[in-house]
């Protein structure tokens, strides 16, 4: 999941998304919007915003952007009033500002195009503004969930060309980069993220190594064991990082998940371990037991099923 919570004056917007979290084969998806505003207006009382996209949970989607949406403490009374305004089976969420604060423009879109609702959010912002300020309109925060490998792609390098330096994404193209099997592709997209955090997260470390080792980067390892020291957050995945710095066995690995998605992604990891080592057959153990018994809807699945895919299974 990747959040952005801005702060605009009276006005706030959280934009909380599951992004591209897409499938090897079409599954039953739906992306869904929330927004909460008042009669009082944006100035006064601010927006709430909640998207998620889900992979096979129609309802859980519904659900969760709702709750995203009223979840926003800097604009409770707009949070209070949040509801779904827009579903489809797949498309682009994007949200648009006026950054003085204290302004009434604010815009929302949901389209199965990025540029048809990077133009309507912008739109709206405008049409919300007083003409003085319509053209300080910006776009915010933008999100895509597509069931098509090509397609999520495109549109998160169209994203990245809208907004350059937001690290999101360029992390959500590394992912889709991974479930299709580009993984040099995805390695720079990672470091791309790293760069402009200007920091190395865990959980980008531990992609960013899996991508390298995948592409058969024999300076993976060694790389990790570097960054591995430089890494300050103990939490889960970091025990992964110690997994694939040789630091700890699968059996450990396995212990130090504590939460069923944790389990999940253990298993991820032990598999492309062994892809990693050329161990197939063991490789292939660990992977159904992420696409056998892990919800669909979590990252390690699609990825699970990608490598599954790509060895003819």
């Known amino acids: 999941m990747f959040g952005t919570l801005i702060r605009h004056g009276a006005a706030a917007l959280l934009f909380l998304a599951l992004l591209t979290i897409i499938e090897i084969r079409p599954v039953s998806a739906e992306v869904a919007l929330a927004v909460g505003t008042t009669a009082r207006g944006v100035a006064r009382d601010g927006i709430a915003i909640g998207y998620a996209a ?12 709702l709750g995203y949406c009223q979840s926003l403490r800097t604009a409770p009374v707009a949070a209070r009033s949040c509801r779904i305004v827009k579903t489809l089976p797949q498309g682009c969420a994007a949200m648009a500002l006026d950054p003085k604060p204290g302004s009434p423009g604010a815009g929302w879109s949901l389209a199965e195009d990025i540029d048809e609702a990077v133009d309507e959010a912008v739109g709206r912002c405008r049409d919300s503004s007083p003409r003085s300020r319509r053209g300080a309109c910006k776009l915010m925060s933008l999100a895509c969930e597509f069931d098509d490998h090509e397609r999520t792609i495109a549109a998160l390098t169209r994203a990245i060309a809208l907004q350059p330096d937001t690290a999101a994404h360029y992390q959500s193209r590394g992912i889709a980069n991974v479930y299709d099997g580009r993984f040099q592709a995805a390695a720079e997209d990672f470091d791309r993220v790293a760069a402009l955090e200007k920091k190395t997260s865990t959980s980008i470390a531990l992609m960013r190594h899996i991508a390298r080792g995948r592409s058969g980067d024999e300076e993976a390892k060694a790389d990790l ?3 591995l020291k430089k890494l300050k957050d ?3 995945p970091f025990a992964a990082v110690e997994f694939f ?3 700890r066995d699968a059996d450990e690995l396995l212990k130090a998940a504590a939460k069923p998605e944790e389990i999940c992604e253990a298993h991820y990891y032990i598999g ?9 057959e063991r490789a292939a153990m660990s992977l159904y037991a992420v696409t056998g018994s892990c919800p669909k809807h ?15 299974r």
């Open 272 to 280: 492309v371990w062994n892809l990693m080592r050329g161990d197939p």
């Open 234 to 236: 103990k939490s889960w």
């Open 245 to 247: 710095a040789g630091k």
């Open 298 to 312: 979590h990252v390690v699945h699609p990825a699970a099923a990608g490598e599954l895919q790509r060895m003819g």
């Open 54 to 65: 889900l992979r096979g949970e129609e309802e859980l989607s519904r659900k969760q952007a």
């Open 225 to 227: 064991e570097k960054r």
